[in-house]
């Protein structure tokens, strides 16, 4: 699979200097010329999703199989893994 280097800026970039860099394949450039968005775009690695999936399903279990309501706004904050 060959893959070119594609340089895009940032949201909110506005000096002309590439805020970003990211390297996608021929096919995927493809894709997003001819669709205009990627899909699925991996964002975490499937070891690491197991990982915190089993941290969220053990706050669950102390709360009765459900996420703690009093937890449901920016949990992100409270459980930072």
């Known amino acids: ?5 594609l ?10 200097a590439p805020a970003s ?5 021929l096919e995927a450039q ?3 010329r001819r669709d205009g968005f990627l899909c699925p775009v991996a964002a975490i690695g499937a070891a690491q999703a197991a990982e915190v999936l089993t941290k969220i399903e053990a706050v669950e279990s102390r709360h009765g199989g ?3 309501q009093d937890s449901a706004f920016k949990p992100h904050l409270l459980y930072p893994w």
């Open 1 to 5: 699979m060959q893959t070119q280097h």
């Open 7 to 16: 340089t895009t800026l940032a949201p909110g970039a506005h000096d002309g």
């Open 21 to 25: 860099f990211k390297s996608l394949t």
């Open 30 to 32: 493809a894709r997003y």
């Open 66 to 68: 459900a996420w703690p």
